[in-house]
């Protein structure tokens, strides 16, 4: 598992929400717990949102390989963090995507996983990689031979989603936001407890 961000607040912060919540100044740890944990949640469909822009891969296969450890009022901070393999070459651009034999197998599969690079040939020394489906989860995935053999086969893989997660580009673009929708997140927490008080009365 690879701890991707930690979201929390310091005590300084914690005075300042008292101050805003005014006579509600008490409920100021669980109102700066529930803002940080729905910073989580934004944060984590978030990096969902940038790790697609960067890597041909579906936000929602993204996102359901992110945790988030939820922050208490006794110990204000969330942890997302991402867990997994590296991921089959096939859940990102393959080309052709088709399993086809004989005369009507491709000359060569091309394949990328990053969107701004350009399909690349799947070759290694003049043998060439091909498309199969594994037997135990009937799964396509692409694989070479290791030499003129039929067996053993090579399967190509990706790096895994938390290293695309973590990596520097989706990072350079979600920390900068974190801060400003905790901010956000705290200003609509105090405002949706105090219109609640007001409401009870």
């Known amino acids: 598992m690879i701890q991707l961000l930690e979201i929390k607040n310091s005590d300084a912060s914690i ?16 109102v700066l717990k529930l803002a940080i944990n729905e910073t989580a949640k934004k944060t984590k469909t978030l990096m969902a949102r940038e790790a697609q822009k960067k890597y ?5 296969d993204f996102k359901r390989r992110v945790q988030i450890k939820r ?8 942890v997302v963090s991402s867990k997994g393999r590296p991921t089959n070459l096939i859940d990102h651009k393959v080309s052709p995507i088709k399993m086809q ?13 990053l969107k701004k690079s350009k399909m690349k040939p799947l070759e290694k020394g003049g043998i060439k990689a091909f498309l199969i489906e594994f037997v135990n989860s009937h799964k396509i995935g692409v694989v070479r031979r290791e030499g003129k053999r039929r ?3 090579k399967t190509y893989y990706s790096p895994a989603v938390p290293q695309m ?6 990072m350079k673009s979600v920390q900068p936001q974190v801060g400003d929708i905790l901010q ?5 927490q105090i405002d949706r407890r105090i219109r609640k008080e007001m409401y009870v009365k």
């Open 101 to 113: 034999a004989g005369e009507n197998a491709p000359s060569i599969l091309k394949a990328k996983v």
């Open 184 to 188: 956000k997140q705290i200003a609509r």
């Open 56 to 60: 041909v891969m579906k936000s929602a």
């Open 15 to 30: 005075k300042s929400i008292e101050k805003r919540l005014g006579s509600l100044h008490k409920d100021a740890p669980i």
């Open 165 to 170: 997660l973590g990596s520097e580009n989706v």
């Open 71 to 78: 922050a208490t009022a006794n110990k204000p901070m969330a």
């Open 151 to 153: 067996y053993p086969l």
